[in-house]
């Protein structure tokens, strides 16, 4: 079976915002749309950008955007590096898709009925979601713990506040931090929470999804796509951030250091057969280097596709590797 070299086509939404900001802590502005091109000013974290208009290059599938910097120079921005400046926290705006996204900040997906211990919001309200009919939860009601059903499928949990007066009448609201645990069926399973109540923490929504139907959503996925087709779909989705139909993601724990390049597993997105693998790799050497795939097979178990986000990179310049390999299970 052949190794796949995949170049990303994606669409990316008409709505455009007015202003960026780099989602790293330096991004290097460019003359040209190409990571080939001069670099004419490195702006910091935090720098606004203000878009001038967009430009779609046909290399590698790569997006740029022609700005203006703080400083008034104007010149093009790699749009992977950057994040529009009224959604600072996600990636930029895409059509809409059916698939999940990643889990981020303030969702946590649990699939096996063992103990979750999960962080929640200690002031806001935060949700409890199965994929079917959840039970009525089980808890200590004198734990200053609040749950209330919301529809067949949700449960919304809350903190109780406790309020006292003091000596010279004036009321205080005091918000407990101790743990709190919840017994609820979901799925024909009982499933065991114990919640971490944490401030500053916004509003979190916790996901029960069965393994079982997951996987078996990814194995009817994987059985009756075209093979190419399988694989182009697989990177998108990885490039994009989303969680393929089925597949279910955890956090990569792999770096290795090398001479010229350094470089950690992102994410893994595991299905039935095959598992996709976001890298991201950073250059320090002093050196121009281009990327080859064939240098990284010996560290990727079964590879069937292999992709560069920019296949070229200067010094602390990084891009992603999208891998596509077999299920070693």
Request: with cysteine.
């Amino acid at each position: 079976m052949k190794l796949l070299t995949v170049f990303i086509l994606l669409t990316i939404s008409t709505t455009v915002y007015a202003d960026f900001v780099p989602r790293f802590a330096t991004a290097n502005i460019r003359e040209e749309a190409s990571i080939n091109s001069t670099i004419i000013e490195t702006v910091q974290r935090g720098a606004v950008l203000k878009d001038l208009k967009n430009v779609r290059q046909g290399l590698n599938s790569r997006f740029w955007y022609y700005i203006e910097t703080p400083t008034g120079l104007k010149g093009y921005v790699a749009s992977d590096i950057i994040n529009d400046f009224e959604l600072r926290d996600v990636a930029l705006p895409i059509k809409k898709s059916t698939t999940n996204t990643v889990k981020n900040s303030n969702t946590t997906v649990v699939s096996d009925n063992t103990l979750h211990r999960v962080n929640i919001s200690l002031k806001n309200l935060n949700r409890l979601s199965c994929g079917s009919k959840i039970s009525d939860p089980i808890y200590s009601k004198d734990k200053e713990f609040e749950v209330v059903r919301g529809g067949d499928k949700d449960l919304f949990l809350k903190i109780s506040p406790i309020k006292t007066t003091t000596a010279d009448g004036v009321t205080e609201i005091k918000f407990n931090t101790f743990e709190r645990e919840l017994f609820v069926e979901c799925l024909g399973k009982i499933y065991n929470f114990t919640f971490i109540p944490v401030d500053n923490l916004p509003t979190q929504t916790i996901i029960i999804e069965s393994t079982f139907q997951e996987i078996e959503k990814a194995r009817n996925t994987e059985r009756i796509s075209d093979y190419e087709e399988l694989i182009y779909s697989l990177v998108k989705h990885a490039y994009l951030e989303q969680i393929p139909v089925g597949y279910k993601m955890s956090k990569g724990n792999l770096a290795y250091q090398f001479k010229e390049l350094e470089i950690k597993l992102r994410y893994v997105y595991k299905g039935y057969d095959y598992v996709v693998e976001d890298w991201e790799i950073k250059s320090v050497s002093p050196q121009v280097i281009d990327l080859d795939e064939s240098s990284f097979i010996p560290y990727i178990k079964s590879a069937r596709a292999v992709t560069f986000v920019a296949p070229r990179l200067s010094k602390n310049e990084k891009t992603r590797m999208l891998v596509v390999r077999l299920n070693s299970n």
